[in-house]
């Protein structure tokens, strides 16, 4: 069954480094979300995209942050000049419309560690 | 600003017992709550939710209790089982938002002992 899949599964960067995260939804699903999970907390909502577009970016933590979906599809996560506070869990979940939360089915995350 | 508070931390129940997980809101515009479960090195899967509509929602041994004049939230299981051992998150929407996103509690590590 394709789930929705994540690359890589584990990122180790330098402090000041860009990174690429990578989210294939599952096939169909036309909304798609980032969230991060950093150390003892919960998940935090990034950014939501409908089709190509970005309706709600308002959890982007700095403009250091960016995404892009293309073709309806995959999503990529960009952070540039990272930072040691980047370092959490990256989560993407999709679901086949944002009108039933209920429907949102995640990935198994990007875990990326800045030093 | 946290708007969706889980204050537990941790549980601990023995196996064939009540595991009630507790939640928090301060947004009176939150309309849906979901509970997600969270196994390590995995993404959250889609457990139980409930409308604003409604006071509880009952699947199998989950059930979830709405006090909307409180803000508050549970989770019971009944009877719980040691593979219910894992991270329990509160997630609330607000759907007129139109968005679906999901504000999420810090999560409940729920420990089962056999």
């Known amino acids: 069954g394709a789930g929705v899949s994540q690359s890589p599964s584990n990122k180790v960067t330098e402090k000041g480094k860009d990174v690429e995260l990578r989210c294939d939804p599952i096939?169909?699903?036309?909304?798609l979300y980032w969230y991060r999970q950093s150390l003892g907390q919960g998940l935090e909502f990034l950014i939501y995209f409908q089709g190509n577009s970005a309706p709600d970016k308002s959890g982007l933590p700095s403009d250091r942050f960016s995404a892009e979906r293309t073709g309806g599809s995959v999503s990529t996560l960009t952070i540039q000049r990272t930072q040691q506070e980047d370092s959490a869990v990256y989560l993407c979940?999709?679901?086949?419309?944002?009108?039933?939360?209920?429907?949102?089915?995640f990935g198994p995350g990007t875990r990326l560690l800045v030093l | 600003d946290q708007q969706v508070k889980q204050n537990s931390p941790s549980l601990s129940v023995q196996e064939g017992r009540i595991s009630i997980l507790n939640c928090d809101y301060t947004n009176s515009m939150f309309d849906y709550f979901l509970w997600y479960k969270k196994y390590p090195a995995e993404g959250p899967t889609f457990l139980i939710s409930i409308s604003s509509i409604k006071d509880k929602n009952e699947d199998g041994r989950f059930t979830v209790f709405l006090n909307k004049s409180a803000k508050h939230l549970s989770l019971h299981i009944v009877p719980s089982q040691p593979g219910d051992s894992a991270v329990y998150f509160c997630?609330?929407?607000?759907?007129?938002?139109?968005?679906?996103?999901?504000?999420f509690g810090q999560g409940t590590t729920l420990q089962v002992k056999p």
């Open positions: 096939s169909g699903h036309t909304a």
């Open positions: 997630a609330a929407s607000d759907r007129s938002g139109n968005t679906g996103k999901l504000i």
């Open positions: 979940a999709s679901s086949s419309g944002p009108y039933r939360a209920e429907t949102q089915y």
